[in-house]
């Protein structure tokens, strides 16, 4: 798989503070691939993506197809945990703003934004004002919003870490079945190890002091509910290597 987006010697202070919160560190998004980033709270992983996105300046090498990453850019979408929609406007609306401020055609707008409601299971709430969804329906629009452009890498912030065990399983598949189908590539933190086993191809593993990821894992348990598992030997597996993540973030 070619490298989408390459981190070397990445280091981040914030403004504010003399402490880096990031030191040295080197991790690669490859082409089409789930990176997942786990770890303690505070120990640095908003302030990657941050960094990823072009929110914020990081020092040493930090380059999407080659291009190093300084600013903010459509090419980069970014979903939060609780994402902020318009919420006067429609469904429709908030899926098309962004192609809408990029000057696309109405017809190109309706046929891209109509696809995305299918994929999303919002077809018949294409009108509905967004004031008006569940906090599930409301990150489905967030993520439609940010798939209409197309971006090839998609950020996501602990996206379902609002949602209720049911609608995050949901949420799960969802995630799975538009990477298959749009083909971009996706680096998504959350806290929890069963959803990081379910969406990874890989996972990036920091802990409470080094300052940097330790270790990345692949994972062969990727497409794996493990709520939803009855086969011991696999259940057996998959424990043993959740737990060598929980040991290294524990380090
Ligand atoms: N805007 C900021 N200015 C200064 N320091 C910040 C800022 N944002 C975060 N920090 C500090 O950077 C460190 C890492 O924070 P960050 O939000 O990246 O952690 P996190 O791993 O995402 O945690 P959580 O799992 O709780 O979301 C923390 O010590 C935090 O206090
Ligand atoms: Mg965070």
Redesign the pocket.
């Known amino acids: 798989m070619d490298t989408l987006v390459k981190a070397q010697n990445l280091s981040i202070k914030?403004?504010?503070?003399d402490e880096p919160?990031?030191i040295d560190t080197n991790f690669e998004i490859k082409d089409n691939e789930i990176f997942v980033l786990v770890?303690?709270?505070?120990?640095?992983?908003?302030?990657?993506?941050?960094a990823l996105a072009g929110f914020?300046q990081a020092d040493g090498v930090l380059t999407m197809n080659g291009q190093t990453i300084d600013t903010p850019d459509w090419q980069r979408g970014v979903v939060f945990q609780n994402s902020s929609l318009y919420p006067w406007f429609t469904v429709k609306d908030n899926v098309g703003f962004g192609l809408k401020a990029r000057q696309f055609s109405k017809a190109d707008i309706e046929k891209r934004v109509a696809y995305l409601l299918d994929l999303i299971g919002l077809s018949d709430q294409g009108n509905t004002k967004t004031f008006e969804l569940s906090g599930g329906m409301r990150q489905r629009v967030a993520i439609a919003r940010v798939l209409a452009n197309k971006s090839p890498l998609l950020l996501m912030?602990?996206p379902f870490g609002a949602l209720d065990a049911f609608t995050r399983a949901k949420m799960q598949k969802l995630i799975l079945d538009i990477w298959r189908q749009e083909k971009t590539s996706i680096f998504m933190?959350t806290?929890d190890l069963n959803e990081a086993i379910r969406c990874g191809n890989r996972i990036a593993i920091?802990n409470n002091h080094d300052k940097k990821i330790i270790e990345i894992k692949d994972n062969p348990f990727q497409n794996i509910d493990v709520e939803e598992l009855d086969d011991f030997e696999l259940e057996r597996k998959i424990d043993k290597y959740r737990k060598s993540i929980l040991e290294l973030i524990n380090q």
Do not use: F
Not at 14 to 17: F, L, M, Q
Not at 40 to 49: A, F, V, W
């Open positions: 914030y403004p504010n503070s919160v990031i770890g303690p709270s505070g120990c640095g992983k908003s302030t990657i993506l941050q914020i912030d602990e933190i806290h920091m």
